[in-house]
């Protein structure tokens, strides 16, 4: 089976650095995912990791260590419009479907 | 423009009914997957679909079934034996060859039971 965990809510600044982490226990690993997700709409893909270091995507940042099981999502300069829930999500083993299990997601509020 | 849609965006049923959320994509995608998310909750595998009249079950898919007769189509019946039914459900899709495996999210049907 999959395990993930990540911190229930986040509470941040307008203009500041947050960082998300994301744990993960499985019995195949095939990649993690970072999707962010407005109340009552879809999640939405930020980013894929698959090998151990980190990935830019502008402000996005995600990072992996597949040896401790640990990922992190770091946002930079953070707007009113990051307020949002951040999921973690883990693919298991190759032909396994391409399933990804979610993480109960991490609600990251801005504040001015 | 490709994309996923799913309808109704919103559907109330009374305890007792079936009810049917649909779900089409024109992305010729082959992979199609069925999940439900609850309030403060991520969200929760029900069926998943490789390929056309294949199918197989998530983690909660008690009280549920699909179809996969069509490539671009697949329905989810959240039928009476389903104890807690009232949630918000999304279709994905996924190309079979895709490498990095991001999921394509339809906008989510919420069904209420009253």
């Known amino acids: 089976g999959q395990n993930i965990d990540q911190p229930t809510e986040m509470t941040a600044t307008e203009g500041a650095i947050v960082q998300i982490n994301c744990t993960y226990q499985t019995s195949g690993f095939n990649g993690l995912f970072w999707y962010q997700q407005h109340a009552g709409e879809a999640p939405t893909f930020l980013s894929y990791?698959?090998?151990?270091g980190l990935e830019e995507k502008g402000r996005f940042s995600s990072f992996l260590s597949r040896s401790k099981g640990y990922s992190y999502l770091l946002l930079k300069e953070l707007q009113m419009k990051d307020s949002a829930s951040y999921l973690c999500a883990v693919r298991g083993r190759t032909g396994g479907g391409n399933k990804l299990t979610f993480g109960t997601g991490t609600q990251l509020k801005v504040e001015l | 423009d490709g994309g996923i849609t799913q309808s109704p965006k919103y559907l109330f049923r009374k305890e007792g009914q079936n009810v049917t959320l649909s779900c089409e994509q024109n992305l010729n995608h082959d992979a199609m997957y069925w999940y439900r998310q609850d309030p403060g909750q991520g969200l929760r595998l029900i069926y998943y679909s490789q390929i056309v009249n294949d199918f197989q079950k998530g983690d909660i898919a008690e009280g549920y079934s699909v179809s996969r007769e069509k490539k671009e189509s697949f329905p989810l019946t959240v039928t009476s034996a389903q104890k807690n039914p009232t949630a918000f459900y999304l279709c994905a899709s996924l190309p079979r060859t895709e490498n990095t495996g991001e999921l394509f999210f339809g906008e989510g049907s919420r069904l209420t039971v009253l």
């Open positions: 990791n698959v090998l151990d």
